[in-house]
């Protein structure tokens, strides 16, 4: 276990020199000026990845050339910017990214980049924010994981297989049922667009798409839902729907650095439309919610390491980080056993 201190994961603090002109010009086209870092890191995907995957679509290129270009772009995508732009498209479809004014700009993260990335346009959006956060992991959410024993490979790979291939169709259903038309559209519009162009291309160069666009999707959708099976695998049967004891709360990790907070999972259904950089202090200023509602809070790690530790059911590792809030345990063995309580499958029956 670990005791609760202090945090170190990002805050935004005002700069101490006066904007550059560059900078006062990206300012006056976005709506926060603590999401400059957004604007930065859609420059720089824009100008090394977008250029690699040209590369490999050019008739004639030299096979070193071609091999060179697919490397770096897969590096780049998955090992440099797949978190960093997946949590920035997260966060833009919470809070608008760009003025009014500007709001063609605003198309320009889901529909230019998100491809790239494995995004199909506005699907993304759809599912999160027209579904996922409504039902806060309940039954009518399509990436509920009350009915899946959390740390279970094979209900893991059911999970994901169920959303793999039958995720768009069991969405559409969820925005028929709920009479949401706009939602519906523009998700099984961005979804068919991809596949269409994903084929289309295949037969212009298959191996430059599979490399730029189908891997990338692939693996987009495996770290999406590896994620939220992590955030919301330790649930209280009792209280399926309180989000301090359906979600986990990571703190003090390098990753909340990269990926704009998105360690604090709790705050985030509690108050979705937070900026990122007030995450840490919502924490602190409601630490005794989280005390009184026996919220789990990890140190140290992220979704990937707690996902990892569950399938290994490396339960001591989990104790080993996680913070012991308002001193509710008395050892390792006691965090365990609450923690394995935490990720048993709440049987249908009962959940309803």
């Known amino acids: 276990m670990k005791t609760f201190t202090l945090l170190t994961d990002p805050v935004y603090t005002k700069p101490d020199r006066a904007y550059t002109s560059l900078q006062l010009f990206f300012r006056s086209l976005i709506r926060d000026e603590r999401d400059l870092p957004f ?39 998955n090992f440099a910017y797949k978190g960093p732009y997946g949590l920035m498209l997260h966060c833009t ?16 993260l889901p529909w230019v980049l ?19 956060h409504p039902e806060n992991n309940m039954p009518d959410d399509d990436s509920c994981t009350m009915y899946f024993q959390r740390d279970s490979l094979r209900g893991f790979a059911r999970y994901f297989g169920s959303f793999f291939f039958a995720g768009i169709f069991h969405l ?6 709920k009479n949401r038309k706009n939602l519906l559209i523009r998700s099984v519009r961005g979804e068919f667009l991809f596949v269409a162009m994903c084929v289309g291309l295949c037969f212009i160069n298959w191996p430059a798409t599979l490399m730029v666009f189908i891997l990338p999707f692939v693996i987009s959708r495996i770290i999406m839902m590896l994620g939220n099976w992590a955030q919301h695998a330790f649930i209280c049967a009792g209280e399926p729907a309180n989000p301090y004891k359906n979600s986990i709360t ?23 439309s ?16 989280y005390v009184k509602n026996e919220a789990v809070v990890f140190d140290g790690i992220h ?19 996680f913070v012991n809030i ?12 609450f923690l394995k309580q935490r990720t048993r499958r709440i049987p249908q029956l009962a959940a309803a």
């Open 93 to 108: 479809s919470h809070r608008c990214f760009f003025e009014r004014k500007y709001n063609v700009l605003n198309h320009y």
């Open 326 to 337: 308002g001193g509710r345990f008395g050892s390792d063995e006691e965090v365990i056993l």
């Open 39 to 77: 604007v930065y890191l859609t420059l720089k995907i824009t100008f090394t990845m977008l250029p690699l995957a040209i590369i490999m679509y050019i008739p004639g290129v030299p096979g070193w050339l071609w091999w060179a270009a697919a490397i770096g772009y897969f590096a780049l995508n």
């Open 274 to 289: 937070l900026h990122w950089t007030e995450y840490p202090h919502h924490f602190t200023k409601t630490l005794d919610e």
């Open 250 to 272: 990571c703190i003090n990790t390098s990753y909340n650095h990269q990926c704009w907070n998105d360690g604090y999972h709790i705050g985030h259904h509690l108050k979705p």
């Open 303 to 321: 979704y990937l390491h707690v996902f990892a530790y569950l399938m290994l059911k490396r339960y001591d590792l989990l104790a080993k980080h």
């Open 172 to 177: 559409a259903r969820y925005f028929i049922k």
């Open 114 to 132: 998100g491809p790239f990335f494995g995004q199909t346009p506005e699907t993304y959006y759809s599912h999160h924010i027209g579904m996922h």
